[in-house]
């Protein structure tokens, strides 16, 4: 067990795959793919049908974007792809800076496949953070799959575990910093989280760099219609 499984094994996160295996698909990843509901919240909806984000995981996305920067010299691809439309989603994105965002998507697979396409990557190469039936498409296909927490559904988590379709389920319930949790377990895993938190602080020339990369990045919002996508909001 290396010191990242450990410090999060203790809090109770599960490494369902070891963490070497983890580390070496993640190794490969060029994008991170996010659910909306029930990942950045607890999948409630306020009285707007929308539902919102903490800053504390916005900065783990972030942050993990820059890892992977720091070992890669380029920006990872991202997405939101959610089965609902969620104006707090499309906001995060375009304050983000995201790739994509795409919504009210039964069939998530069609998004995935869409958004690989777009960016030129296979599914092999997405990292996905997810939370439940919805998203097992994506999950029984792409190459890092990380289950946000929910202690209210055991028979589903045993599920993932049985059919290989989870990697690590964090300690943390959704809406409860979970995202965070995530990110900086991955990023431990890419062995370069201190020097994230220094390039940061300092707000280094290379962090610049990325920060100037990203902000340069627009979003583009797609939807489905039957089988097909299409340009969205």
């Avoid at 109770?12 to 070497?20: D, H, L, Q």
């Avoid at 974007?65 to 104006?87: C, D, M, Q, V, W």
Wanted: proline share 3%; charged share 20%; with cysteine.
């Amino acid at each position: 067990m290396n010191h990242t499984e450990s410090i999060f094994t203790q809090i109770g996160g599960v490494f369902c795959t070891p963490s070497i295996e983890i580390n070496s698909k993640l190794n490969g990843v060029k994008a991170f793919v996010f659910d909306w509901d029930g990942v950045f919240n607890n999948a409630v909806k306020n009285e707007n049908k929308s539902s919102t984000f903490n800053e504390a995981d916005s900065m783990g996305t972030n942050m993990l974007r820059f890892s992977h920067y720091l070992l890669n010299k380029e920006l990872p691809a991202t997405a939101i792809i959610s089965g609902e439309k969620n104006e707090m989603a499309f906001y995060f994105c375009e304050r983000e800076h995201f790739n994509s965002c795409y919504y009210k998507v039964p069939h998530k697979l069609i998004a995935l496949n869409h958004f690989c396409a777009q960016n030129n990557i296979q599914h092999s190469e997405v990292c996905y953070f997810f939370d439940d039936v919805l998203d097992l498409s994506i999950a029984a296909v792409c190459g890092v799959r990380v289950m946000i927490n929910r202690k209210a559904n055991p028979l589903f988590k045993n599920y993932l575990v049985q059919n290989n379709l989870v990697d690590y389920i964090t300690a943390h319930e959704s809406g409860n910093f979970s995202v965070r949790e995530a990110t900086e377990m991955l990023m431990g895993l890419n062995d370069n989280f201190n020097q994230c938190m220094d390039e940061r602080k300092d707000f280094s020339p290379i962090y610049q760099e990325y920060l100037a990369l990203r902000q340069a990045t627009p979003t583009a919002f797609f939807s489905v219609s039957g089988e097909e996508i299409i340009n969205g909001k």
